[in-house]
T-cell receptor, first 113, second 112 residues
């Protein structure tokens, strides 16, 4: 069966520090991959999505970036964090064989101080 | 282009009462529709999905949703609310091979 893992689960970072959140999917190949963010009291905001290695689409302008160095690995990064980057980050993968059903990881809480 | 509107950011029901969470969608192609549930500090879990088969879809935990093309709706229902149903619920639309768009969520409160 397919599984998705993301880490770290929680982190507290100072303003201006770098960020790296990692996500891996197991048990499938060539999935669509997504990074979402949930700010407190707000809905899901799609940040990036990828349909293949090296293919990244950005949904909103920001100081975050994403990379897909391997088929089932998706990384969210920042060179310098802002206070407004705080939130709950969710990695997800899309199963094209199941009507593009999306399955989510456990989420990562980021607090920028 | 596609979009989802969830009516009501907060819904309160009494334990044992009917749960009705509303979702309307817009899509330029035949839609695939989803409902997810999120418990505090957790990721989203798939409740059910519509992918152009039966219009009445049954999901986990006793939830079901009906696809109504004429009304562009995909409302989520459960006959009898349980305390454990208290969570946030997200409707989503995602035509095949296109990105999935989520609604802003509805927080369900169950009153004992």
């Amino acid at each position: 069966s397919q599984t998705i893992h993301q880490w770290p689960a929680t982190l507290v970072q100072p303003v201006g520090s770098p960020l790296s959140l990692e996500c891996t999917v197991e048990g499938t190949s060539n999935p669509n991959l997504y990074w979402y963010r949930q700010a407190a009291g707000r809905g899901l905001q799609l940040l990036f999505y990828s349909v293949g290695i090296g293919q990244i689409s950005s949904e909103v302008p920001q100081n975050l970036s994403a990379s897909r160095p391997q088929d089932r690995q998706f990384i969210l990064s920042s060179k310098k964090l802002l206070l407004s980057d705080s939130g709950f980050y969710l990695c997800a993968w899309g199963d094209r064989a199941a009507g593009n059903t999306i399955y989510f990881g456990e989420g990562s809480w980021l607090t920028v101080v | 282009a596609q979009s989802v509107t969830q009516l009501g950011s907060h819904v309160s029901v009494s334990e044992g009462a009917l749960v009705l969470l509303r979702c309307n969608y817009s899509s330029s192609v035949p839609p695939y529709l989803f409902w997810y549930v999120q418990y505090p500090n957790q990721g989203l879990q798939l409740l059910l999905k519509y992918t152009s088969a039966a219009t009445l879809v049954k999901g986990i935990n006793g939830f079901e949703a009906e696809f109504k093309k004429s009304e562009t709706s995909f409302h989520l229902t459960k006959p009898s609310a349980h305390m454990s149903d208290a969570a946030e619920y997200f409707c989503a639309v995602g035509p095949l091979y296109q990105k999935v768009t989520f609604g802003t969520g509805t927080k369900l409160q169950v009153i004992p």
